[in-house]
């Protein structure tokens, strides 16, 4: 028997020359992701900058030149100048008993709606969407009313109940959305083994929807780190302002010390960004999984 000699140069010129072409609507949108990016990169970019300036140089150079001497005495200055020791504390407070209250009422709220069969469940989750759609600005008048009625103006509790009560409709949507798509079985199993729905949410659904509940803390812990609106309004007491509020009033009477302006608004936004690194890997893929519909 002899062999059939191969001809690897016939074999590769073979290959369809339209294969080795580059997608020109793929290039498109890279070119158009690139620009996007460098739109958003841009101001964060200046404010780095202009925080690193001394006063002659923020007005001797451009905005987006590196700065050749490093005034990191700028942070310092507006650290102390800023008070902002006492904001930061707040909105760490704030902002570290909010969230994971939060989520877990949310993943609790949203394990009942998907799993436990009651006949105004659907009423129930129609109402909690409906929560959705509400602007928190018209509903700042009310809500201040109600919480200075119950005598929670300038405390701790008086923010983070109204943030709990505008932040848990969304993430029961996106969590119910998660947990209809567990399949019914899991729970009907350990039901039958004796197990309560307690038992069944903390061991079995709450470790698998880890990675929506990463992605739902950093939008959460994003929104409430920076929000302002709300806690102008039911935070007067100067010693109670969160970081923005602290930010505003630093601008109002240093806002023509640019270096150090800047330092204090990269110093507000910090560490919002250093959450979003550490959990970003979760970012897409939670999401994704709590769209799915059950």
């Known amino acids: 028997m002899t062999a059939v000699p191969t001809d690897q140069t016939a074999v590769h010129l073979q290959v369809e020359p339209s294969s080795m072409k580059r997608d020109p609507i793929l290039i498109g949108l890279w070119i158009t992701l690139v620009i996007v990016a460098l739109v958003w990169v841009a101001p964060f970019v200046f404010i780095v900058f202009t925080s690193l300036k001394t006063p002659a140089a923020v007005t001797g150079t451009g905005a987006f030149v590196p700065p050749t001497?490093?005034?990191?005495?700028?942070?310092?200055?507006?650290?102390?100048?800023?008070?902002?020791?006492?904001?930061?504390?707040?909105?760490?407070?704030?902002?570290?008993?909010?969230?994971?209250?939060?989520?877990?009422?949310?993943?609790?709220?949203?394990?009942?709606?998907?799993?436990?069969?009651?006949?105004?469940?659907?009423?129930?989750?129609?109402?909690?969407?409906?929560?959705?759609?509400?602007?928190?600005?018209?509903?700042?008048?009310?809500?201040?009313?109600?919480?200075?009625?119950?005598?929670?103006?300038?405390?701790?509790?008086?923010?983070?109940?109204?943030?709990?009560?505008?932040?848990?409709?969304?993430?029961?949507?996106?969590?119910?959305?998660?947990?209809?798509?567990?399949?019914?079985?899991?729970?009907?199993?350990?039901?039958?083994?004796?197990?309560?729905?307690?038992?069944?949410?903390?061991?079995?659904?709450?470790?698998?929807?880890?990675?929506?509940?990463?992605?739902l803390l950093i939008l959460d812990f994003v929104s409430t780190w920076n929000e302002f609106a709300m806690a102008l309004v039911l935070l007067q007491d100067q010693h109670m302002w969160t970081l923005p509020l602290g930010l505003m009033s630093f601008q109002g009477q240093f806002s023509s010390n640019y270096g150090q302006l800047n330092a204090a608004i990269v110093m507000t936004v910090l560490p919002a960004t250093i959450v979003y690194l550490i959990f970003q890997r979760y970012f897409v893929s939670g999401l994704t999984s709590g769209a799915v519909k059950g």
């Open 69 to 215: 001497e490093l005034a990191f005495e700028n942070y310092s200055a507006a650290w102390s100048r800023g008070n902002f020791a006492n904001s930061f504390f707040n909105s760490v407070i704030i902002t570290v008993i909010k969230v994971p209250l939060g989520l877990f009422l949310s993943a609790m709220a949203a394990y009942a709606l998907a799993k436990i069969k009651l006949k105004i469940t659907k009423a129930l989750l129609l109402l909690v969407v409906f929560g959705t759609m509400i602007p928190f600005q018209v509903m700042l008048a009310p809500l201040f009313t109600l919480v200075n009625s119950l005598g929670l103006i300038d405390t701790y509790p008086g923010v983070i109940l109204p943030y709990i009560a505008f932040g848990v409709p969304y993430q029961v949507f996106i969590l119910h959305g998660f947990f209809k798509s567990i399949p019914k079985e899991l729970s009907e199993a350990a039901l039958i083994d004796g197990a309560n729905h307690f038992i069944i949410f903390r061991r079995i659904f709450l470790p698998v929807c880890l990675p929506v509940l990463a992605a």
